[in-house]
């Protein structure tokens, strides 16, 4: 089959052909109908070298994590779908027995396979999970919009905790994850919707998504005055830039007992300033979160799509072929557009 390769640890990526993956007892293997590139795969591309060697086990890797497609074979002990059957992948793969899987957050498995991390993705013409990671779509959905329930998914439960109705917040980052945070609380009835970039297309889009102020944090990087002169202290700040200036600045720009949420991936060590105000007397109530719930998450990102609350038509900006896949990482790395899309042929 043809993939997209890493075949060096070296920066760029490869097209070529390898073997398509034989399932295991209990993996399922799908032909992919659409698959998007994530900021994570940006990573593999430039060849981020501390994150490619903590993943990359073995070349040629092929990358890609949010895809959805058709299962064209499945493995002995799979009970859940069958030939046939449209699903996406869950990029977190749990193992449905370890501590934290018995615990019911199998999304933090102990011994997860990282699709397309730790593990081959779908930047492919077929790629392979293991059924505890795969779920079917609901009747009336497109491969495209199942390819994009990954990255809604990020967002699902931070706007849900950050009980958004009526509520004044903050979004800093607007990449995809950042733009699908506003527009999710945009359909769930926020009242002021503050959005934070340093890139003016992305600031525009965030408008559209619904966002009722967008501040250039590059030319005023400290927008926590302006954001409580004009509310007062947000309720909620969600943080999708993992940058440290911004969440700085979030964590000031809340009021006493507001809601923080960790989205975003820093990419080093924070300095949280005047901590025991911003984190200890502000009593500030702060969230990680990684990746999505499995699956009350995809409950509400399918019902968000299929309901029309969450328009896609200007999130995905660029479709490509696969082979095309340079040309298309080149346009998600330059920034200027959304979501990138890999289509396969066919399409629907
Ligand atoms: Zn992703
Ligand atoms: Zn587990």
């Known amino acids: 089959m043809k993939a997209v390769l890493k075949t060096k640890r070296e920066p760029g990526f490869t097209f070529g052909e390898v073997e398509r993956p034989k399932p295991g007892l209990r993996d399922v293997v799908i032909k992919v ?11 593999f591309y430039v060849y981020e070298k501390g994150f490619c060697d903590a993943f990359i086990k073995e070349l040629p890797f092929i990358p890609g994590h949010e895809c959805a497609g058709e299962v064209v074979e499945v493995g002995r002990a799979v009970t859940h779908v069958q030939v046939g059957d449209r699903v996406a992948f869950d990029s977190h793969i749990p ?75 903050g979004v800093a980052g607007c990449g995809a ?33 619904g966002a009722t102020t967008v501040i250039d944090s590059g030319a005023q990087p400290e927008f926590a005055e302006q954001i409580k002169r004009e ?40 300095t949280i300033k005047n901590a025991r105000t911003v984190l200890t007397l502000s009593e500030v109530n702060l969230r990680g979160n ?13 019902r968000f799509l299929l309901s029309g609350k969450i328009d896609l038509t200007k999130i995905i900006t660029h479709r490509f072929p696969l082979e095309r896949f340079d040309e298309a990482f080149k346009v998600a790395l330059g920034g200027e557009g959304c979501k990138v899309v890999f289509t396969f042929g066919e399409g629907e």
């Open 177 to 209: 994850i950042g733009q699908f945070a506003i527009a999710l609380a945009r359909a769930m009835g926020a009242n002021k919707i503050y959005a934070m970039d340093i890139n003016e297309k992305r600031l525009a889009l965030a408008k559209e998504m």
């Open 231 to 270: 509310t007062g202290g947000l309720d909620a700040f969600i943080d999708a830039s993992g940058n440290e200036s911004a969440i700085n600045e979030g964590l000031k720009a809340l009021h006493l007992g507001g809601k923080f949420m960790m989205v975003g991936n820093p990419k080093a060590d924070l």
């Open 95 to 169: 193992c449905g027995h370890c501590a934290q899987c018995q615990r019911g957050m199998p999304h933090t498995c102990m011994n997860m396979g990282l699709f397309g991390h730790n593990m081959n993705g779908c930047f492919a013409e077929y790629a392979m999970a293991m059924e505890t990671g795969v779920r079917k779509l609901p009747p009336g959905m497109t491969f495209e919009q199942g390819a994009m329930l990954e990255p809604l998914g990020v967002v699902v439960r931070p706007v849900f905790y950050s009980e958004v109705g009526m509520a004044n917040i």
């Open 290 to 302: 990684w990746g999505r719930s499995m699956f009350w998450t995809w409950e509400r990102a399918e």
């Open 33 to 43: 109908k659409a698959a998007a590139i994530c900021g994570s795969d940006l990573n």
